[in-house]
Structures are given as structure tokens and as C-alpha cells.
């Protein structure tokens, strides 16, 4: 009978990990770049009720993904602002190394060099840090990611790609420690960079609302079965106490 109560409960802790999940992708609906995080979680068997002959069923504590859908672009018209196409990243170097980002809105500074919206070098495809020529004029960016200045070539834009199922951290929001590090994309006709746009949340608000209501929902009809194994469990007891 006390394995309704470690069932109820396996099924809770899977519930909360997943409403911390879609509470974190909905403060995340406006933040350029940013990709909806997933959880996915496995059916674990176990003998744990030696009076009953067939197993138990709980929730394995999940694995996070990333949804790989895009996100809408919006054009700024901006020569700094950059939204990848296709499945690849952008790389700032931070002080905990190289991360991936969608977020191209870059600035120049006096310097001339490329840097992020938090001050991090934007890096190329062989992750050295891109500089521009500060009086050279605004940039034009090829869909390949060639930087032209005055029309002569000055960098390129590194994009790259990664095998997130190897693990990931978040960074400043939109960004990304991949755990299998990342390797830059080398002609690949379906990935490109898009001058003059972003790339906004590809988090879906009202998918994210109706999982915040079921999650909710679920989490109160769990706590009420338990609460009636935990009162027939008692009423057991009670009775098979009073009968001695």
C-alpha cells in the first residue's frame, strides 16, 4: 500500500521540475534569442513493495533539451543586429569561456572590435575575437557571414553548431555552455547569417500557459490520492490494531 504514496510522490517531484521549467521559459517570452528548455522523463521500475507481485512504476528525476524550433524574426534594419539561419550558433567569449547565443544584437566599440550586448567579444569561426575598422563605415554581412567594410572583406562571422544532448548550461538567459564544446559550420548551404534582424523567444506563451494549468491540475489530483492512501493506510492500521 506505501508504494501509492512513493508513486504519488516520484510523480511530484517529476511535476515540479517541470513547472520550474515552463515558470523559467515564460520569463524568457521576450528575451531575444532564448530557446525553450524541455524536460523528458523515463518510466523506472522497482520490486520496492515486496506484497505485490508485479513491479512499480516511478518517474526518473528527467533530462533537459532544448526546442529546436526557431524563433520569429524581427527586422531592425540595425547593420549590427544578426539572427542565425538554420541549426547554429553564435559565440561570445566570456569569462567562463566560449558560449553560444541567437542573441546577434552587437555593438562596436572605440576599438572597433565586435562585442555582445553584455561587452563579450563576438567571435569568429576559428574563435578569435572579430575586429572592425571604427572609421571604416557600417558593416555589410553576407549570408555567409563575411564581414565587407568600404567593400574589401575585414572578418566573418563564427557559427557553429553543438550536441546538446551531451549536456548544457545556461548563461545569461539566451546563452549556452555545451558540455561537448562546439564546432564551427563549414559550408552548409541551410545555415546563414541574416543582417538587419533578431531572432526573438521561440517560447510559445499560450503551449506554455496550457501545461502551467494541466501541471497544476495533476499536482492537485496526486496530492489527493495520497492523501486517501495515507487515510486507508491509517484506517489499516487501526483496525488491525484493534482486532489483537
Do not use: C, H
Amino acid at each position: 500500500m506505501q508504494s501509492g504514496l512513493y508513486v504519488g510522490l516520484s510523480a511530484q517531484m517529476a511535476l515540479e521540475r517541470r513547472l520550474n521549467t515552463v515558470a523559467d521559459n515564460m520569463a524568457n517570452m521576450n528575451t531575444v534569442g532564448f530557446r525553450a528548455t524541455e524536460v523528458k522523463f523515463d518510466e523506472l521500475l522497482s520490486g520496492i513493495d515486496n506484497n505485490i507481485s508485479t513491479n512499480v512504476s516511478f518517474v526518473s528525476q528527467g533530462n533537459d533539451y532544448l526546442s529546436t524550433q526557431s524563433g520569429e524574426l524581427q527586422k531592425t534594419d540595425n547593420p549590427l543586429d544578426f539572427a542565425v539561419k538554420g541549426d547554429a550558433w553564435l559565440a561570445v567569449d566570456t569569462p567562463s569561456g566560449q558560449v553560444l547565443t541567437r542573441d546577434g544584437r552587437f555593438t562596436m566599440a572605440e576599438t572597433g572590435e565586435l562585442l555582445s550586448m553584455k561587452g563579450y567579444p563576438v567571435l569568429d569561426s576559428g574563435g578569435g575575437a572579430i575586429q572592425l575598422d571604427r572609421n571604416g563605415g557600417p558593416p555589410s554581412v553576407g549570408v555567409d557571414g563575411r564581414i565587407f567594410q568600404n567593400g574589401r572583406p575585414v572578418a566573418s562571422i563564427g557559427l557553429f553548431q553543438t550536441d546538446l544532448s551531451k549536456g548544457f548550461l545556461r548563461y545569461d538567459n539566451s546563452g549556452i555552455l555545451p558540455s561537448g564544446g562546439a564546432q564551427p559550420v563549414v559550408d552548409d548551404k541551410n545555415i546563414g547569417v541574416l543582417q538587419g534582424f533578431i531572432e526573438q523567444s521561440n517560447v510559445n506563451g499560450i503551449s506554455e500557459m496550457t501545461q502551467l494549468i494541466s501541471i497544476n491540475r495533476n499536482f492537485e489530483s496526486i496530492s489527493s490520492m495520497m492523501s486517501s492512501t495515507e487515510n486507508s493506510f491509517t484506517d489499516a492500521i487501526k483496525t488491525l490494531g484493534g482486532s489483537q
